[in-house]
């Protein structure tokens, strides 16, 4: 029996190529694959990493989004890609764990906010609820206090929220432009961690921060295209930071 290959369609590209294009999109904050594939048509060093020469023809600029959708959507590959250049990292030493710093920053929805729809939900429930009933019954009952009747916790309640019709997962402002902010029962270990902090000994350490994570932010959001994302969806914006972050790295 012959097997023949049909000519008509596109000719297939290693998938290492098209996350190679991601990696120089995020590392240098190019602003869409299409302009991705622009520079690379025209840039040697580009080409080189890719494994092209110069007159080899670079995919068109919608091969990756085909991609993602059919191949990487609902796959762990850019958290995959991403520890294992941590890892790479740790095992050539550049990577101390003594001191662990956290923090947290806004990436701008790609949503127009003057499109949106009204809807009825259910306001988010406590994660590990039933075990975190029983940890704070247990801690009011340590300290003489009644534990919380079971129908406390639930009680299901609703909200009105706006949704965008761009991009449904973003989040859109609250009407003063305030939050409410509860205070947790446990809320004294949290003030005692935050009063470790002026501690000589930790002060020395705690002003490593903004030379570290928020410096990291800073660069992701000024050179890398985090301040907005021109992507739609938590799982696509998961995919940008996690390429961004294993770039910088």
């Given amino acids: 029996m012959i097997v023949m290959y049909s000519e008509v369609g596109r000719p297939s590209?290693?998938?290492?190529?098209?996350?190679?294009l991601t990696f120089i999109q995020y590392n240098f904050g190019i602003r869409s694959m299409r302009k991705t594939i622009e520079e690379v048509e025209t840039n040697m060093a580009y080409r080189w990493f890719l494994g092209y020469g110069f007159h080899d023809k670079v995919p068109h600029f919608s091969t990756f989004g085909k991609n993602y959708e059919r191949r990487f959507k609902d796959t762990d590959l850019f958290e995959q890609i991403f520890y294992r250049i941590l890892i790479t990292a740790a095992e050539r030493k550049l990577?101390?764990?003594?001191?662990?710093?956290?923090?947290?920053?806004?990436?701008?929805?790609?949503?127009?906010?003057?499109?949106?729809?009204?809807?009825?939900?259910?306001?988010?429930?406590?994660?590990?609820?039933?075990?975190?009933?029983?940890e704070i019954n247990q801690d009011r009952e340590n300290h003489g206090k009644k534990p919380f009747p079971p129908d406390k916790f639930d009680k299901e309640e609703t909200k009105a929220i706006k949704e965008s019709t761009t991009d449904p997962e973003s989040g859109t402002e609250s009407k003063d432009y305030q939050k409410v902010?509860?205070?947790?029962?446990?809320?004294?270990?949290?003030?005692?961690?935050?009063?470790?902090?002026?501690?000589?000994?930790?002060?020395?350490?705690?002003?490593?921060?903004?030379?570290?994570?928020?410096?990291?932010?800073?660069?992701?959001?000024?050179?890398?295209?985090?301040r907005w994302t021109t992507l739609r969806g938590l799982k696509k914006l998961s995919m940008q930071t996690m390429l961004t972050f294993a770039a910088i790295n």
Avoid at 197 to 207: G, P, S, T
Wanted: proline content about 1%.
């Fill in 95 to 134: 990577i101390c764990a003594k001191h662990i710093f956290v923090d947290s920053t806004h990436v701008k929805a790609n949503a127009n906010k003057r499109k949106f729809e009204k809807k009825i939900v259910r306001k988010e429930t406590r994660a590990y609820q039933g075990r975190l009933q029983d």
């Fill in 181 to 226: 902010v509860t205070r947790h029962i446990w809320q004294a270990y949290v003030e005692e961690a935050d009063h470790l902090r002026h501690h000589q000994d930790v002060k020395l350490i705690y002003a490593k921060r903004k030379e570290t994570i928020e410096r990291v932010f800073a660069d992701a959001k000024e050179k890398h295209g985090m």
């Fill in 13 to 20: 590209i290693d998938p290492v190529i098209l996350v190679k």
